[in-house]
Nanobody, 123 residues
Framework: QVQLVESGGGSVQAGGSLRLSCVVSGDTYSRNAMAWFRQAPGKEREGVVTVEAGGGRPYYDDSVKGRFTISQDNAKNTVFLQMNNLKPEDTAMYYC????????????????WGQGTQVTVSS
């Protein structure tokens, strides 16, 4: 089993920045590929970025390329999502996910999910 706990969400104005954290605990060898997803009210959950466990090339959704950056601190079993130049359309609940065999935006491939952290961007 893998447990994921997100933090770092909040309310910012457009153009601002936030850094989300996802602490991974439990059977970390099972986490495999990881990803950040987001879900806005009334919309489906969508992938933001996905990456192999331990590093490797990340894959970003076009909507966040150049603004969001994923990084990992393996010593602390933590995955970060640095979000810059935030826009109102980035407003959503952000989720950390793990357990997919390969990096993917398919939600069904992930076995483990955090509880989410809310990001609200005002114009």
């Amino acid at each position: 089993q893998v447990q994921l706990v997100e933090s770092g969400g909040g309310s910012v104005q457009a153009g601002g920045s936030l850094r989300l954290s996802c602490v991974v605990s439990g059977d970390t060898y099972s986490r495999n590929a990881m990803a950040w997803f987001r879900q806005a009210p009334g919309k489906e959950r969508e992938g933001v970025v996905t990456v192999e466990a331990g590093g490797g090339r990340p894959y970003y959704d076009d909507s966040v390329k150049g603004r969001f950056t994923i990084s990992q601190d393996n010593a602390k079993n933590t995955v970060f999502l640095q979000m810059n130049n935030l826009k109102p359309e980035d407003t959503a609940m952000y989720y950390c996910a793990a357990g997919a065999l390969l990096p993917t935006f398919a939600t069904a491939e992930y076995n483990y999910w955090g509880q989410g952290t809310q990001v609200t961007v005002s114009s």
